[in-house]
């Protein structure tokens, strides 16, 4: 089945940055889009950024636009997140996500275990 892991999370101080890293496994014939959620302790999954297939078109949050920028490798079939001049709104865990349609809702196939960001202030 289709695995993906999240790397690069960690404590970070305020205006710092952070990479993620997403490495997917196994056959995905329907993933045409890539994505990023996170998840704060009682708050509802929120979309991140997201990219489709070739990088043709990528999609970001207000909240991160002009800080974060979301990449892949069509090759590794792998995709990443910059985060630059974070902030401590910005801590969460950040799940990668893959699907056949890029959108901004949770629609996605498969996601990924999470890696944490924490951003102190």
């Known amino acids: 089945q289709v695995q993906l892991v999240e790397s690069g999370g960690g404590l970070v101080q305020a205006g710092g940055s952070l990479r993620l890293s997403c490495a997917v496994s196994?056959?995905?014939?329907?993933?045409?889009?890539m994505a990023w959620f996170r998840q704060a302790p009682g708050k509802e999954r929120e979309f991140v950024a997201a990219i489709g297939r070739y990088s043709f078109r990528r999609n970001y949050a207000d909240s991160v636009k002009g800080r974060f920028t979301i990449s892949r490798d069509t090759a590794k079939n792998n995709a990443y997140l910059q985060m630059n001049s974070l902030k401590p709104e910005d801590t969460a865990v950040y799940y990668c996500?893959?699907?056949?349609?890029?959108?901004?809702?949770?629609?996605?196939?498969?996601w990924g275990q999470g890696t944490q960001v924490t951003v102190s202030s």
């Open positions: 196994g056959r995905t014939v329907s993933s045409d889009a």
């Open positions: 996500a893959v699907g056949a349609v890029l959108t901004t809702t949770t629609g996605y196939d498969y």
